[in-house]
């Protein structure tokens, strides 16, 4: 009795500290160290953070956990329970035989890190009780976050576009190369992914995307194939014009832009926050129903039998509304932020002035994703539409540049 109760007032106290802010962490992530003059304040640890930064930067370049988990091991770059047992650091962890060995989900860990936007991240993890000590991890709802706590190490228009990258598994070809877009293409008609095809005898120019529903069942969907030259093209004209015509009209951009995500989401907004008011407002007459049952089966007007099974639905019914509510809030979170995602557009896209040329990082920097349209062999003159839907800002229309293609013949 004395364990528990000791317990109890041990993770009272731990509850508060979270709460208020403090950081529960007593080691700080890898990519920071300790204040030497204030033990709860984290500063950069430029060695580390450096490593941290390159790891996004490979992720934006295509590479998965594993692929660089190799590369930080072929570099001999110390792991992060080598690097702090180096420093005099304590550590967690067991040493490896080869600190320079990089396990997939400590690459994964890292890639998912909010700290790394400057954020204090609490409740990450808990125990069942005082008789266990076994470290169980809380669903990302329970977790409380206080944004802009220490210097951040990643930008938050880089940390997002990882994780939309994250989201989509990108499937190599036959001879073990990914495609400039692969994980980005879908078909307009089925929503599914399109897939590159190429082989050792293709030319360059002969690359190209076709329909994953189509290459499985051909009578469920059309090939909805392109070229991969002929989208490379076309993604590069329209992110040239996209750079072009924000730098020369940077403020006419942000109305557009603010105002096209704003009617876009409007529409769901206004439902999702209706959908709350409703969610809120019967859990609180369910409150009422409850407590009037309970009265009622005390004084002899419910049977005790029918008392328990009113009541178990109702508690159902609440309960499943408490677990939509937190969803519903980060959705109209999500929607209001349009603005700052705006921001964030601009910010990528005064990194360049002129765009000769496309590669992965710039692809995966710029595009959430691309949906393609089908058009039919006998309809040579019939055009194909390509809609590009930009990070933070969605599809746009910088000029008329992209939505349209038209097939040539190569095509």
Not at 274 to 293: G, S, Y
């Amino acid at each position: 009795m004395f364990a528990r109760d000791t317990s109890k007032k041990i993770r009272a106290t731990w509850q508060n500290k979270g709460k208020s802010g403090e950081r529960l962490a007593s080691n700080p992530v890898y990519g920071y160290k300790k204040d030497p003059n204030d033990k709860k304040k984290w500063l950069v640890d430029e060695e580390a953070a450096a490593v941290v930064q390159k790891i996004f930067a490979l992720c934006i370049d295509s590479k998965g956990p594993a692929q660089i988990a190799k590369w930080l091991q072929e570099q001999r770059i110390l792991n992060p329970t080598a690097y702090k047992a180096e420093q005099g650091l304590p550590t967690t962890n067991n040493l490896t035989a080869d600190p320079c060995k990089w396990k997939d989900e400590t690459v994964s860990k890292i890639l998912e890190r909010l700290e790394y936007l400057g954020h204090t991240v609490n409740f990450r993890t808990y125990k069942q009780s005082y008789k266990s000590k076994k470290k169980l991890h809380n669903e990302p709802d329970k977790w409380v976050i206080f944004e802009n706590t220490h210097e951040p190490i990643i930008e938050e228009s880089v940390f997002e576009i990882v994780q939309n990258l994250r989201k989509s598994r990108r499937r190599p070809t036959k001879i073990g190369t990914d495609g400039l877009f692969s994980g980005l293409l879908y078909c307009e008609d089925c929503g599914q992914k399109l897939y590159l095809c190429q082989t050792t005898y293709f030319k360059p120019e002969q690359a190209y995307y076709i329909c994953s529903t189509y290459r499985k069942d051909k009578e469920k969907c059309s090939t909805h194939t392109i070229r991969s030259m002929v989208l490379e093209k076309l993604v590069l004209q329209n992110l040239r014009e996209a750079i072009a015509y924000v730098h020369a009209h940077e403020d006419e951009f942000v109305r557009e832009a603010v105002d096209v995500s704003m009617r876009e989401h409007d529409r769901e907004l206004a439902a999702t926050k209706t959908a709350l008011q409703k969610a809120e407002k019967r859990i609180t007459e369910l409150d009422d129903i409850i407590r009037r049952l309970y009265e009622d089966n005390l004084s002899g007007k419910l049977t005790d039998e029918r008392f328990i099974k009113l009541s178990q639905g109702y508690e159902a019914e609440q309960s499943n509304l408490k677990l939509s509510i937190p969803a519903m809030r980060c959705e109209i979170e999500r929607s209001e932020k349009k603005r700052s995602d705006t921001k964030n557009f601009i910010a990528m896209i005064k990194k360049y002035t002129d765009l000769k040329e496309l590669d992965s990082t710039v692809v995966r920097e710029f595009i959430d994703r691309i949906e393609v349209s089908a058009t039919e062999k006998w309809k040579k003159k019939q055009p194909r539409r390509v809609n590009i839907v930009y990070n933070f800002i969605g599809a746009f229309d910088f000029g008329g540049a992209g939505a349209i293609l038209e097939e040539d013949k190569t095509a």
